[in-house]
């Protein structure tokens, strides 16, 4: 497909980026049909417009970035490609993006040429992420979100207190349940988890990964 005939919108509260990303758009031959300055416009905008791509920032008036791709995913046929513009690189941002669909995820530092990209990318179906993030950085993602899909919402609530660093005893005292309760749930996230069950691993894990843990 040629430039001229990706329409996109941004959205972005901040007018110097929301220009300076306007303006490298035009140049680079895109069509930018809108370029707003909250969430709640960019919602209008989408289900009016109905863009090829639109450009997302996740923290906006109104509305953020994952609100209006929640909102958009409700409009029936809505054929637009959805790109988180940030500068959150945390693993619980990322998180949040792959749950509610997006299809790129850009960071504010990126070039024109990395925008361009992504771009390309999604609009040939693909999932994509800036070269910013470290090679294997989504795959870490994914592979810990498939481990922590596995546990019970029980085992989840224990391990988000080991997270803040809760003894099996605090845990049981807060959840009221013995602490050997707590000790049969530690046993069966350690498995699940496919931790060291010789070492204390389940703490160090549970803080390496609490971003994850807390967006869940």
Not at 39 to 58: M, T
């Amino acid at each position: 497909m040629l430039k001229k005939n990706i329409t996109i919108i941004i959205a972005e509260d901040h007018p110097i980026m929301r220009n300076g990303l306007l303006q490298e758009l035009q140049h680079a031959g895109y069509t930018v049909e809108a370029a707003l300055e909250n969430g709640a416009a960019a919602v209008d905008s989408i289900a009016n417009l109905q863009p090829e791509i639109a450009i997302l920032d996740i923290e906006m008036p109104l509305l953020n970035g994952f609100e209006v791709i929640k909102h958009c995913k409700t409009i029936e046929k809505l054929k637009t490609k959805f790109i988180i513009m940030s500068y959150h690189k945390q693993k619980s941002f990322v998180i949040q993006a792959k749950k509610v669909g997006i299809d790129g995820y850009l960071l504010k530092e990126d070039s024109i040429e990395e925008i361009e990209n992504c771009i390309n990318a999604v609009m040939n179906g693909d999932i994509y992420f800036s070269n910013s993030f470290e090679s294997n950085f989504e795959k870490v993602v994914d592979n810990e979100l498939k481990k922590v899909a596995q546990l019970t919402p029980s085992e989840r609530t224990i391990i988000r207190l080991i997270s803040q660093g809760k003894n099996s005893t605090e845990v049981g005292e807060i959840l009221k349940v013995s602490p050997r309760t707590v000790q049969k749930h530690r046993t069966n996230i350690i498995l699940k988890l496919d931790l060291d069950p010789a070492a204390d691993t389940l703490s160090q894990w549970a803080k390496e990964h609490k971003e994850i843990l807390l967006s869940l």
